[in-house]
């Protein structure tokens, strides 16, 4: 079973700073990863996924993430964050071999959330 | 395109009442989903269809039924709602193609409150 840790539950900063979002898994098989972003009154909408590659994701908005498989982390980062950006972040994590071998429908598990407030 | 929507949007029931929440997505997606969202706990799943005419409890499943209509809908019945499920409700679908990994897309939410 996957455990995903979302070490903050609220960042606030500044217009224009740069911020880092932090998330760690628990897993005893390989993993997908995803950011979610949940604006007010919304559905989640994703951010960036890495499924395997490059360890360094890009995603729209900005933002992107790095995963470190020894420290099992996938922090999200924006160097500029800008008013817009204020809003619920959420780390997810998914099963790489029930999804190959079920055929479909990953499972995921999303962390608690970090909320994020970018103040003028 | 619509994308995934969810009827009602708001909900107030008493303890005891049953309802039926209504999810469909137009992205001929394979997989459907309903997730409840609750302050401070992320979103923990309550079931799940890998395909049409297969449904799997998820993390949370007590207290509530699924039915996968057809392709398209994916609906969540409380039978007897408890003031514990008072939460928001999400449905999701993606395509969930083997050996593909495919993004959930999720719809706006349920506001559901049972006193």
């Known amino acids: 079973a996957q455990s995903v840790t979302q070490l903050d539950s609220q960042v606030p900063v500044f217009e224009e700073a740069p911020v880092e979002l932090r998330c760690n898994y628990s897993?005893?098989?390989?993993?997908?990863l995803f950011w979610y972003v949940q604006y007010p009154n919304q559905g989640l909408q994703l951010l960036l996924k890495y499924l395997s590659g490059s360890t360094l994701v890009k995603g729209i908005n900005g933002f992107e993430a790095e995963f470190n498989k020894s420290q099992t982390s996938f922090h999200l980062r924006k160097p500029s964050v800008h008013i817009s950006d204020t809003a619920e972040y959420f780390c997810a994590v998914s099963d790489r071999g029930r999804f190959i071998t079920q055929g479909g429908s990953e499972k995921l598990v999303f962390g608690k959330g970090t909320k994020l407030t970018v103040n003028p | 395109n619509a994308g995934v929507t969810q009827t009602p949007k708001f909900q107030v029931l008493k303890t005891g009442q049953s309802m039926t929440l209504q999810c469909a997505q137009d992205m001929n997606h394979n997989s459907m989903y309903w997730y409840r969202q609750d302050p401070g706990m992320g979103l923990r799943l309550i079931y799940y269809?890998?395909?049409?005419?297969?449904?799997d409890k998820g993390e949370v499943p007590n207290g509530y039924n699924v039915s996968r209509l057809n392709k398209r809908e994916f609906s969540l019945r409380l039978e007897s709602a408890a003031p514990s499920q008072t939460s928001v409700y999400f449905c999701?679908?993606?395509?969930?193609?083997?050996?593909?990994?495919?993004?959930?897309?999720f719809g706006p939410g349920t506001r559901l409150t049972v006193t």
């Open positions: 999701a679908s993606s395509e969930a193609i083997k050996y593909r990994r495919d993004e959930q897309y």
């Open positions: 269809s890998a395909s049409e005419g297969t449904t």
């Open positions: 897993s005893s098989v390989s993993v997908y």
